[in-house]
């Protein structure tokens, strides 16, 4: 199986063209050209994947099923394929698109069994039986008011010994060193080759729609929902992984 890195995809434009806007959406459009705007959007993406691939071995519960919650086009679902390649990984999205693209990219594990895509909202979905659960850049899309709620139903669902991975993009409540981190944000996407205008208009489209949280409500959050093992193990500017158990 190659991995996530080494696919060849058309180039991020969406917004490069001054068409009228909309809330982003998860659309076919998006999901052409999602590989390379998340390569050109999130600093350290590809050691990103293979970290999460890294820390799968190390904290999943073999012969358990993996969720992969929010999987779009399942780049996180070949990762851990790529290091756990007997695992049975739940791939849920609840956008057609990605699943669609998910289906042509991990075409063989899928027709295997080892991948079952599966088109639902997260918050919907069943989780038991969890080995190992994964939330890459996905609890941010959720509503504020549904988080706690939804991870603490995925606590249940984890058995003894299960690890839930997260990755989000953080905010700073400190004022300063948020709009340090949010420039450098910026910097490392002009060095990416986007215009101002498209990162301008792709901020106004997400807006409403990717709401971050700060380091601390993260970490509040996960021990309320019952992990008492939270720990940072990845940050590159303001995106952050944790390991919680």
């Known amino acids: ?10 180039t991020d434009a969406l917004f490069a063209a001054a068409t009228p806007l909309t809330d982003f959406v998860f659309d076919a459009a998006v999901a052409q050209v999602f590989p390379d705007m998340i390569r050109r959007s999130v600093p350290g993406w590809p050691e990103l994947l293979r970290a999460i691939g890294l820390l799968a071995v190390r ?3 073999p012969g358990r099923p993996i969720y992969d919650l929010g999987c779009s086009l399942g780049v996180t679902s070949a990762a851990l394929l790529a290091r756990l390649p007997e695992a049975r990984i739940v791939a849920v999205d609840n956008a ?6 998910l289906r042509a990219r991990l ?15 997260i918050a ?7 080995g190992l659960i994964v939330l890459n850049l996905t609890l941010q899309f959720v509503p504020q008011r549904s988080r706690f709620h939804l991870l603490k139903r995925l606590r249940k669902g984890l058995v003894r010994g299960g690890a839930l991975i997260l990755v989000e993009k953080v905010v700073w409540p ?20 986007y215009s101002d205008m498209e990162m301008a208009r792709k901020r106004a489209a997400l807006e409403q729609v990717l709401i971050p949280d700060d380091i601390e409500t993260h970490e509040q959050r996960l021990r309320g929902a019952g992990f008492r093992f939270v720990e940072r193990w990845f940050q590159c500017l303001n995106f952050v992984g944790w390991v919680a158990r």
């Open 1 to 10: 199986m190659p991995e996530p890195t080494d696919l060849i995809d058309p």
């Open 59 to 61: 904290v999943a519960v």
């Open 96 to 101: 057609p698109a990605m699943l669609d693209g």
């Open 107 to 121: 075409a063989a594990p899928v027709a295997a069994g080892r991948i079952t895509p599966v088109c639902a909202d």
């Open 124 to 130: 919907d979905v069943p989780v038991a039986d969890a």
């Open 174 to 193: 400190d004022r300063d060193i948020d709009m340090l981190m949010d420039e450098l944000h910026q910097d490392f996407k002009r060095a990416q080759g």
